[in-house]
């Protein structure tokens, strides 16, 4: 005779909660994605061009490009960070939200 396998069983609504917290984090992850990328791609570029520009006018290079450069760095850090804690913060709500029985 074979062993006996205990099962557990789990109630609906757990299974729907998973399926939610489950959807709600990948809506989360490709919005907060997309955000990032455009907070990235703006704090980036933005001082980088901006030190180009100032160099090529004022005949100064590579001072305002290293100035941009670092001025770059420490706002993409910047935005990384705050990306991290609203997205912390919105899958806590979220979470929450969920375990309190709504959906929205």
Do not use: H
């Amino acid at each position: 005779m074979g062993a006996k396998v205990k099962t557990t069983q789990v109630a609906p609504s757990d299974k729907i909660d998973d399926l939610l917290l489950k959807q709600a984090a990948k809506t989360q992850f490709f919005t907060s994605t997309a955000n990032l990328s455009w907070r990235l791609a703006i704090t980036i570029v933005v001082p980088l061009v901006g030190g180009v520009k100032l160099d090529e006018k004022f005949n100064s290079s590579p001072s305002w490009t290293l100035t941009g450069i670092f001025i770059a760095v420490a706002a993409g850090c910047a935005a990384v960070w705050a990306t991290v804690k609203e997205v912390n913060q919105e899958q806590a709500e979220t979470e929450a939200r969920i375990k309190k029985g709504g959906s929205n």
